[in-house]
Every structure is written in structure tokens, then in C-alpha cells.
């Protein structure tokens, strides 16, 4: 089965600067995918960003970025130019490419607090 | 719709008492989660469906849990004889077969809280 661990309960940063968000993985699928959804206090969880296992390049979305690195099983999260409206709970989420359903198991989440 | 629908948004019940919560789903997708979020926690996945039939209902913590999707469109997740630890978000998500590998589409979530 696979895990996913998030070692940062919380983490804070001052408005415009840059947090990195940490993810490790257990699996022994040597295809997935890799997910960061953003939960805001309306509890809908947004999906941020998202990296294939086959591709080399890291993924980015504007002011998101990821670190993959596939032997370490690490998928961190880099927020830049941080902003107020990106204060909420950010997990980390893997989905097997042979998994029947698909299906996302996640992290335990880090609340970002973004400071003025 | 244009979004995951779930209802009630929040809802307080009585220790052993059922409850049904609802989820509609995006139009046209055919895949269906219910996952369980307690306080501060993250996402503990319970059941999955495809079309009508559940494939994987792995998650389920205990018989009084029960789930069902009628015309593979809006599920209903059944809590028989509710308990204290039952009370969590119950978030509901949905995705097309083409789009399986890009995530789900989530809805906000029913707060069930068991006094």
C-alpha cells in the first residue's frame, strides 16, 4: 500500500516571500502521479499543481513550483511571491497509473499561514 | 452542474441516530469518491464508484456505513446508528473517465457532527 508523509504540521511566511512545503512517498509502482491540493477554510479542496512520475521536468503553475525527485521519493512544493489568499491546509496527494479506480491517497496536510 | 454538489453543508445529529448525505456530482462523470476528513486530519478515502457499481468499497470503517449511486449520477452515503468518532467532514469528489490521472473535481464537503 501506499503512503504519503508530510512532516510540517505548519509552516508560516511573510507575505512575498517564498515557503517550500515537504512530501515524501512509499510505493512500489514505478509509474503515478503526484497531486498538491490547496483547502482554504471553505473546505474545498483546489487542485494545484500535479506531476507525472515519467517526466523529468518539474512541474509549474505560475507562482507554484515542485522539487520531484523520484529516487528519494520527495515531492516538495514551492510557493514564490507568497500572497495572503494562499493561506490554507496543502496536501500531498499519489495516485498509482495501475491502481483500478484511481484512486488519491494523501498526506496528513501543513497549514500555511501567510503573514502581512 | 458545474461543480460537485453535497448536502446538507453542515449537519448536527443525536448519538444513534441515521443520517444520509448527498452528493451530485459533475454532469458526465462517471467516477465517484467519498473520503472522511476528521478535525486537523487529512483525507481517509472510504468508497469509490463507477457508474452505478462500486469496485472498491475498501474504505469503509464499519458495517453501518452503506453507500449507493442511483443512474449514475448522485450517491447517497448512509450512517446507521451514528457514533461520537463518526463526526468528521465527509467530502464527495467526481471525475470523467478521460480525466481519471488529473485529479478529481471536490465538492465542499458535509461537516457531520455527533453530539
Known amino acids: 500500500a501506499q503512503t504519503v508523509t508530510q512532516s510540517q504540521p505548519e509552516m508560516s511566511v511573510q507575505e512575498a516571500e517564498t515557503v517550500t512545503l515537504s512530501c515524501t512517498y512509499d510505493?512500489?509502482?514505478?509509474?503515478?502521479?503526484l497531486f498538491w491540493y490547496k483547502q482554504p477554510p471553505s473546505r474545498q479542496m483546489i487542485l494545484v499543481i500535479r506531476?507525472?512520475?515519467?517526466?523529468?521536468q518539474n512541474a509549474t503553475e505560475n507562482r507554484f513550483s515542485v522539487n520531484f525527485q523520484k529516487a528519494a521519493k520527495s515531492f516538495s512544493l514551492k510557493i514564490s511571491d507568497s500572497q495572503l489568499g494562499d493561506t490554507a491546509m496543502y496536501f500531498c496527494?499519489?495516485?498509482?497509473?495501475?491502481?483500478?479506480?484511481?484512486?488519491?491517497?494523501f498526506g496528513g496536510g501543513t497549514r500555511v499561514l501567510v503573514k502581512p | 452542474g458545474a461543480g460537485v454538489s453535497q448536502s446538507p453543508s453542515n449537519k448536527v445529529t443525536e448519538k444513534g441516530k441515521d443520517v444520509e448525505l448527498r452528493c451530485d456530482p459533475i454532469?458526465?462523470?462517471?467516477?465517484l469518491y467519498w473520503y472522511r476528513q476528521s478535525l486537523g486530519q487529512g483525507l481517509e478515502f472510504l468508497i469509490y464508484?463507477?457508474?452505478?457499481?462500486?469496485?472498491?468499497k475498501s474504505g469503509l470503517p464499519s458495517d453501518r456505513f452503506s453507500a449507493e449511486r442511483t443512474g449514475g449520477s448522485v450517491s447517497t452515503l448512509t450512517i446507521q446508528r451514528t457514533q461520537q468518532e463518526d463526526s468528521a467532514v465527509y467530502l464527495c469528489?467526481?471525475?470523467?473517465?478521460?480525466?481519471?490521472?488529473?485529479?478529481?473535481?471536490f465538492g465542499s464537503g458535509t461537516r457531520l457532527t455527533v453530539v
Open positions: 469528489a467526481s471525475s470523467s473517465r478521460d480525466s481519471l490521472n488529473y485529479g478529481y473535481t
Open positions: 510505493t512500489s509502482e514505478n509509474n503515478y502521479y
Open positions: 506531476q507525472e512520475a515519467y517526466k523529468q
Open positions: 496527494a499519489f495516485m498509482g497509473a495501475s491502481a483500478a479506480g484511481n484512486k488519491l491517497t
Open positions: 454532469s458526465g462523470h462517471t467516477a
Open positions: 464508484f463507477q457508474g452505478n457499481s462500486a469496485p472498491d
